[in-house]
């Protein structure tokens, strides 16, 4: 049965998986974040870029891709380009610089739109994660394991605990928005 415990550390996770995504969205400033979805072809597989090479942001309009293996260098770069994050590296024989274009208005609305998705579907798990404590609550009276005054308690502690973390998906929200729209 889902208690709250376990209900409050799956809505926790869910807000921290948004946090995670919400930092792969551009924002006009360069950010090794910007970079986490990137996959390399290396050793005979798909891997992370930051398993590859490190990420540097030497000045807020510039990445700096040192990778580890020399080798690597055009297969970092490919991977960079089909990654679709509208960025355009640049391979010097020994690092790939990647400028970080200012975003256009159109692009800006297109990223905040994407925010309001990644924010929506957090929003769906904090609300399947209430679901399934509701359930085992209302289970939990039904096999007379707790009574209905404790267990209106705790259902009310649920309802609590959720409103905390979607008014924390909000903020979240509003803060990366306006990260976005700034010129």
């Known amino acids: 049965m889902p208690s709250l415990k376990e209900a409050r550390s799956r809505m926790s996770d869910a807000v921290d998986a948004l946090r995670r995504e919400f930092a792969t969205v ?3 400033k360069a950010t090794p974040a910007l970079l986490d979805t990137v996959k390399v072809e290396a050793y005979g597989g798909k891997m992370p870029l930051n398993q590859v090479a490190s990420v540097h ?18 297969e970092i770069e490919k991977g960079i380009q089909v990654a679709d994050l509208g960025l355009n590296p640049g391979n010097d024989g020994n690092v790939i610089r990647v400028p970080i274009p200012p975003l256009t ?4 609305k ?3 739109k994407l925010l ?7 929003r769906v798990s904090v609300r399947h994660a209430r679901k399934l404590a509701r359930d085992g609550i209302q289970q939990r009276i039904k096999d007379h394991e707790i009574g209905e005054d404790d267990g ?3 259902l009310e502690q649920v ?7 979607t008014d924390e998906i909000d903020e979240l929200l509003q803060r990366k928005e306006q990260e976005v729209m700034a010129i």
């Open 152 to 154: 209106r308690r705790e």
């Open 116 to 122: 309001h998705k990644m924010a929506e579907e957090a």
């Open 26 to 28: 551009r924002t006009g």
């Open 159 to 165: 309802e609590t605990v959720t409103h905390e973390f």
């Open 57 to 74: 942001t030497p000045d807020a309009t510039l990445l700096v891709v040192q990778p580890f293996d020399k080798s690597l260098l055009g």
């Open 105 to 108: 208005e159109e692009r800006r």
């Open 110 to 112: 297109e990223f905040a």
